[in-house]
């Protein structure tokens, strides 16, 4: 065998991700509690095994997958013998739930966001050492994998997201290429119907489609053409066509009543309205609830704060003895976040003079950017960091980037070294927090040196 360039790149993306896979299954069934939001997720997952109609304000997909690893692992013996798990409380005690398998599909999904970011960038044609940074930033990211790793939807909006972005470039590259196309779709199709702020991405490949329309001369009037049937065909009707499949399961999987069912009209519960019928109405009854929603959390935070990370969010804790608990926090890489924000402002600063970078690429990654965070401010109901996950990602690759062309500057043997500093400091920071990350157990006083400002509290 041949080790060449291309051989140690794939070997080295290969174990990032296998290092992920690991940080995410490793002791998945701990904690044996509730944790944070699975209370919501958990129980509404738990309804397609009791058909109980229930109401979110985001769409099914996320909650179908999340029922579907709790089926795998045998989550509809356990409901026909003890009954549905209610998931009431944080911290209450799982017992015999295989509530394992709950969190499996989400933190398979987390596991793979970084080589989902590593083939957007790839397919922007960024570079090697820039792309296998960022996926190794993602691999060692605190918060993003604490989050990943529990029965919650973000993994699911992320992966998809971010898959498709790499889809769509690479058809774009091959002079947009009806199968990739059609995949592209597809999943952006499955990240909003986890989210419905999996509609950036969508929205932003679609930008990049009217970009190459208006460029088109008069004199190619069929690549005009066929950039319109393909971006009506393969970006709008497969995503909506699929959005709409998966509700239609959702329907089919709670056809009793439930608690969902105070939400809903007389018609939508007597089941008098047609499957489109009863779309619209949820979807209505979803932006509406959305909009209004008026609750407000202690660990809420508003966006400006979030690339700063001044907001941690308190995800669980088990006191086990005196001055012992275990704490899982949604707490970022300080360093990594930090670096982040000078590598947002470095890149607007220096954007001329990363000549190598396509000019739609660099408009990509600032609009990706904006779109995926600026939105925020106009949000009146209560948010959290990880509402931020998408942005700060995409804060990663610039920061990949704008390292990537400083350290070209240095001669070869300072730049590797210069790699592996930033890496290893990475790796220090990521390790220091990881007992906030998994919940190990951890004295009160070692606790409050990781809780580095007020706010961290």
């Known amino acids: 065998m041949i080790w060449n360039k291309n051989t140690w790149l794939y070997l080295v993306v290969f174990v990032l991700t296998i290092f992920g896979l690991v940080l995410h299954l490793g002791f998945l069934s701990y904690p044996n509690e509730t944790v944070f939001d699975e209370v919501h997720f958990g129980k509404f997952a738990s309804a397609y095994f009791t058909g109980a109609y229930y109401f979110d304000i985001h769409p099914p997909l996320g909650k179908l997958l999340i029922a579907l690893g709790a089926w795998l692992g045998g989550y509809g013996g356990y409901v026909r013998e003890y009954g549905a798990f209610l998931f009431t409380n944080i911290g209450d005690p799982y017992g015999s739930v295989p509530y394992g398998w709950f969190r499996l599909l989400p933190a398979i999904a987390g596991s793979f966001i970084p080589l989902a970011v590593y083939g957007f960038m790839r397919s922007l044609k960024l570079g090697h050492r820039a792309s296998l940074f960022a996926m190794f930033c993602l691999v060692f990211e605190n918060a993003l994998l604490a989050h990943t790793r529990l029965m919650l939807l973000d993994s699911f909006l992320l992966l998809f997201g971010f898959l498709g972005l790499a889809a769509f470039f690479t058809s774009r590259n091959r002079g947009y290429s009806w199968l990739m196309l059609m995949t592209a779709g597809a999943l952006f199709s499955l990240s909003f119907s986890t989210k419905w702020t999996g509609i950036s991405f969508l929205g932003l490949a679609g930008l990049v489609m009217i970009y190459d329309l208006i460029r088109c001369n008069r004199e190619r009037l069929g690549s005009r053409v066929s950039i319109i049937l393909k971006g009506i065909g393969c970006m709008g009707l497969i995503s909506f066509l699929i959005y709409g499949g998966i509700f239609y399961v959702h329907f089919m999987l709670l056809p009793h009543t439930g608690p969902g069912d105070a939400y809903m009209s007389q018609d939508f519960r007597n089941h008098k309205l047609s499957l489109t019928g009863k779309l619209f109405e949820l979807n209505q009854k979803m932006a509406f609830y959305n909009a209004t929603l008026k609750a407000t959390h202690s ?121 592996f500093l930033c890496a290893m400091l990475i790796v220090v920071l990521f390790c220091f927090f990881a007992p906030l990350t998994f919940g190990i157990p951890m004295s009160d006083a070692w606790y409050r040196v990781h809780t580095w400002m007020p706010s961290w509290i």
């Not at 990706?368 to 925020?376: E, I, L, R, S």
């Not at 998408?390 to 804060?395: D, G, L, M, N, W």
Request: aromatic share 22%.
């Open 299 to 419: 660990y809420g935070s508003p966006a400006w704060s979030w690339p700063i990370l001044s907001r941690p969010i308190f995800y669980w804790h088990q006191q086990i003895s005196s001055g012992i608990a275990g704490r899982i926090y949604l707490m970022g890489n300080p360093v990594l976040w930090w670096m982040s924000c000078i590598g947002i402002i470095a890149f607007i600063v220096f954007i001329r003079q990363l000549g190598y970078i396509d000019g739609i690429a660099k408009a990509v990654l600032l609009v990706g950017y904006g779109a995926n965070f600026f939105p925020f401010f106009s949000v009146s109901r209560v948010l959290f960091l990880y509402h931020y996950f998408a942005a700060f990602i995409i804060s990663v690759v610039m920061l990949g980037v704008v390292m990537e062309h400083g350290f070209s500057r240095f001669s070869p043997k300072r730049t590797w070294i210069a790699w």
